[in-house]
């Protein structure tokens, strides 16, 4: 049975990813930072590598078992206020740990055919004047965010030269019951109060996991998938419109309150720009590749959300 080798499989997106992978019969190996005792207990179908992004080094036995390579690796930038040293750590997380993917591939003799990495829609930044979705071929924007998706793409994309089909995911806020947008917008719904964030207008992208995940599988498999494509949803909503269905997902009375943009100027810093941009993102090319979500509108996405502690893909 063929391997697949994620990098950030202990995060967020990788756990789902995991799971799937082993449930459609593939060998998983997570790339990580550290490995645990609890890590080292789990099943035969999964095992975990280690690498050290800052000293360029990875597993060469676990690497040269893959067959696909699933990035996806890259320092949370929701976590913490963005000093000069946590952005360092946010690029070179991602950038550093891409080459060190490229420079493997070229050293470690290896039978990888697919090389799969995340990216984030904030490669666009905002939506300019006239509101027209961002595609593919849109260049990226200049904020910080977007120069970090640049650097990244840009970084994995000697895997195409080294004839390795390469599919470059960019991101939407992802919807999932285990962080992320959704559980920061549920939290203050369950004391009862829906924090509309600025005027509530900005335009969020979003995807469900289970869809993200799906998305995944499917470019796996379908080998006319090369390149960028943007991994969000076809209905992208209002800042507010979400808040909304959530808080009606979630409790029978809640007070709608906007929280100025002043005040979380003065809580986020400079990543306050990130939380009030809106980003409306085309789905299209996904879709023409013949790729079909399962959770296309916000509805029937909070709706499922709402009811699953942890949902099987
Ligand atoms: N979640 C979203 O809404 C969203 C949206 C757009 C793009 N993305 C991108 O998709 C990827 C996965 O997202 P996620 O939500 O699953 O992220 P996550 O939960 O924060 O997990 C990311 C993983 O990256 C690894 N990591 C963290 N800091 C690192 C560092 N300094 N150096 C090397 N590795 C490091 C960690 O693995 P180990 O501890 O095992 O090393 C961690 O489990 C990220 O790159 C993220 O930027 C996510």
Same mark, same amino acid.
């Given at each position: 049975?063929?391997?697949?080798?994620?990098?950030?499989?202990?995060?967020?997106?990788?756990?789902?990813?995991?799971?799937?992978?082993?449930?459609?019969?593939?060998?998983?190996?997570?790339?990580?930072?550290?490995?645990?005792?609890?890590?080292?207990?789990?099943?035969?179908?999964?095992?975990?590598?280690?690498?050290?992004?800052?000293?360029?080094?990875?597993?060469?036995?676990?690497?040269?078992?893959?067959?696909?390579?699933?990035?996806?690796?890259?320092?949370?930038?929701?976590?913490?206020?963005?000093? +000069?040293?946590?952005?360092?750590?946010?690029?070179?997380?991602?950038?550093?740990?891409?080459?060190?993917?490229?420079?493997?591939?070229?050293?470690?003799?290896?039978?990888?055919?697919?090389?799969?990495?995340?990216?984030?829609?904030?490669?666009?930044?905002?939506?300019?004047?006239?509101?027209?979705?961002?595609?593919?071929?849109?260049?990226?924007?200049?904020?910080?965010?977007?120069?970090?998706?640049?650097?990244?793409?840009?970084?994995?994309?000697?895997?195409?030269?080294?004839?390795?089909?390469?599919?470059?995911?960019?991101?939407?806020?992802?919807?999932?019951?285990?962080?992320?947008?959704?559980?920061?917008?549920?939290?203050?719904?369950?004391?009862?109060?829906?924090?509309?964030?600025?005027?509530?207008?900005?335009?969020?992208?979003?995807?469900?996991?289970?869809?993200?995940?799906?998305?995944?599988?499917?470019?796996? +498999?379908?080998?006319?998938?090369?390149?960028?494509?943007?991994?969000?949803?076809? +209905?992208?909503?209002?800042?507010?419109?979400?808040?909304?269905?959530?808080?009606?997902?979630?409790?029978?009375?809640?007070?709608?309150?906007?929280?100025?943009?002043?005040?979380?100027?003065?809580?986020?810093?400079?990543?306050?720009?990130?939380?009030?941009?809106?980003?409306?993102?085309?789905?299209?090319?996904?879709?023409?590749?013949?790729?079909?979500?399962?959770?296309?509108?916000?509805?029937?996405?909070?709706?499922?959300?709402?009811?699953?502690?942890?949902?099987?893909?």
């Amino acid at each position: 049975m063929e391997t697949v080798l994620v990098t950030g499989g202990t995060g967020m997106i990788g756990k789902v990813l995991t799971e799937a992978l082993i449930e459609r019969g593939f060998n998983v190996i997570i790339l990580t930072r550290n490995i645990n005792d609890q890590q080292k207990t789990k099943n035969d179908k999964l095992s975990y590598a280690v690498w050290d992004v800052e000293k360029q080094i990875l597993d060469k036995i676990a690497f040269a078992k893959a067959d696909y390579i699933i990035h996806l690796a890259g320092a949370n930038f929701a976590e913490k206020r963005w000093s +000069e040293k946590v952005k360092k750590e946010i690029v070179s997380s991602r950038v550093d740990s891409a080459k060190l993917i490229i420079e493997s591939l070229k050293t470690i003799p290896n039978k990888v055919k697919v090389v799969i990495s995340a990216s984030g829609i904030s490669w666009y930044g905002h939506d300019k004047e006239v509101a027209k979705p961002f595609t593919e071929n849109d260049p990226p924007a200049q904020d910080f965010l977007a120069q970090t998706c640049q650097q990244w793409e840009a970084a994995i994309e000697p895997a195409s030269f080294l004839g390795k089909r390469l599919i470059k995911f960019r991101f939407g806020p992802v919807l999932s019951p285990d962080g992320g947008a959704y559980v920061e917008f549920k939290n203050p719904i369950k004391f009862g109060v829906a924090g509309i964030i600025g005027n509530g207008k900005q335009i969020i992208s979003w995807i469900h996991i289970d869809d993200l995940v799906r998305a995944i599988l499917f470019s796996m +498999e379908n080998e006319q998938m090369e390149g960028v494509y943007n991994a969000v949803s076809p +209905e992208p909503v209002s800042n507010k419109r979400m808040i909304l269905e959530i808080a009606r997902n979630t409790r029978k009375f809640f007070i709608p309150i906007h929280g100025p943009s002043f005040a979380l100027k003065i809580v986020f810093g400079e990543m306050i720009n990130e939380i009030l941009k809106s980003t409306t993102v085309s789905s299209a090319k996904l879709q023409q590749a013949g790729f079909i979500f399962q959770y296309p509108d916000l509805r029937s996405a909070i709706l499922q959300l709402s009811h699953q502690k942890n949902s099987p893909v």
